[in-house]
């Protein structure tokens, strides 16, 4: 452990050396997640031009403000893959690793000689994590799956949206993300499993499918066709079988959604709402009733948020102790006083100038994560990690770096 990292704090991870071969968003977002919790995470990257996320989206000063949170605490080396001399880095990289992790389609690594069994040859206690769109098998496993197309095939889209129209997606890689979390849980898992040495104390693959991830969070969609026949469809602003839930406009113009759907929470709503007859009205006095009846209670809920400016609304629902909260852009978030309260924002320096990165949860009481650094320039740690870690020279790194291996 360096001096620094002993005087900030130990991290669960600490002591754990990650090689990160994955490009775009799940395969790297994993590698942030243990990075943030301690791990010594190596991105490997492509020589020309690097990860794609460095040149998505806003742009400060030609440099992705999505990378400066996606490439923190990561050290970042370049390596052509398509060289032999590079995947011969790789291997040796591996061997003096913990964790690979990679996101390309399955059968790429094996072509390479960088497949799990080719690494386990020199390290068999080695944490193989591989992110794909439908899997290592099964009839789709070749395929190209991104995490749009992942999300349509697993459900999610179909549940979006408003009835009749054509499905929407959040402005976000929601797939991506979820498979990145399955991937955080599969590498601890599998590195606590080695440490308490189950299944001998090797090292194990760890398989998560974008697809799969998705299907996972979409609750008992499947299983209520497979004994009920009902196909769960778009519910626009609400959600099927849950009155009230909605996002409700105000006089100010910005909407509030109110989740109401305990009958105790109910009737403090309407008694708030000034609708004190709704609140105790048999109509209403169950879930299963209120279903029935969403037209008249959503029509009396908004007649009464439209005569208040939404923070008005948000005030006297929580005087009231019915959930309620305003619906909140970016802006909102950066200057939200729970948000500070709880210290989820860090400010790193980019160019001389402050920024601020989400922080990453879970919060660890005694041992929590922290960003040490934003991710920085391309190849920045190529001559320091190849000089330490392999024993290269300062010669033959800049002979590997003359033929482009690096």
């Given amino acids: 452990m360096s001096t620094q990292q002993g005087e900030r704090g130990a991290r669960p991870l600490d002591g754990i050396r990650v090689l990160e071969l994955g490009q775009l ?8 997640f243990l990075g943030y919790f301690g791990a010594e995470v190596i991105k490997v990257e492509p020589p020309a031009g690097g990860d794609p996320v460095r040149g998505w989206r806003v742009l400060d000063e030609g440099t992705s403000l999505w990378w400066r949170s996606l490439g923190r605490n990561k050290r970042s080396i370049t390596i052509d893959l398509h060289r032999a001399e590079g995947r011969s880095l790789v291997h040796r990289l591996a061997a003096g690793c913990d964790v690979v992790i990679e996101n390309f389609r399955p059968g790429r690594m094996e072509a390479w000689g960088l497949g799990p069994e080719d690494l386990a ?10 992110v794909s769109g439908y899997g290592q098998d099964g009839p789709l496993a070749g395929q190209r799956g991104f995490a749009s197309v992942c999300e349509a095939y697993a459900g999610l889209r179909y549940v979006t949206g408003h009835p009749g129209e054509t499905p929407v997606r959040s402005n976000l890689s929601l797939g991506d993300s979820l498979a990145a979390f399955q991937a955080v849980i599969g590498t601890v898992l599998a590195l606590l499993g080695r440490e308490r040495n189950v299944a001998g104390g090797s090292g194990q693959v760890v398989d998560v499918s974008i697809m799969e991830s998705v299907l996972g969070v979409m609750e008992a969609a499947v299983s209520e066709y497979d004994r009920c026949g009902v196909i769960r ?14 996002a409700y406009p105000c006089a100010d113009g910005r909407k509030v959604v109110i989740g109401a759907n305990g009958d ?7 008694v708030a709402a000034g609708r004190p007859e709704m609140a105790h009205d048999e109509r209403y006095g ?8 969403q037209a008249p209670i959503d029509e009396a809920i908004g007649g009464w948020t439209r005569s208040l400016p939404s923070a008005e609304v948000v005030r006297q629902l929580n005087e009231a102790g019915v959930p309620a909260a305003q619906i909140q852009n970016a802006r909102d978030l950066l200057h939200s006083e729970q948000v500070r309260a709880r210290g989820h924002l860090e400010e790193v320096e980019v160019g001389g100038r402050p920024l601020q990165l989400p922080a990453i949860g879970p919060r660890l009481g005694s041992t929590p994560g922290r960003t040490e650094w934003p991710g920085g320039p391309l190849g920045a740690d190529t001559d320091a990690v190849l000089g330490d870690l392999l024993g290269l020279s300062a010669h033959e790194i800049e002979d590997l770096r003359s033929r482009e291996v690096i």
Avoid: C, K, W
Wanted: net charge neutral; no cysteine; hydrophobic share 35%.
């Fill in 286 to 293: 169950s879930n299963e009733r209120r279903i029935t009846h």
């Fill in 264 to 270: 105790s929470i109910f009737q403090r709503l309407m």
């Fill in 233 to 246: 469809e778009p519910s626009g602003t609400t959600i099927t079988g849950v009155v009230p839930t909605d």
């Fill in 25 to 32: 968003m799940a395969g790297p977002m994993a590698g942030t």
């Fill in 121 to 130: 040859a020199e390290n068999p206690a080695l944490v193989y994590t591989r």
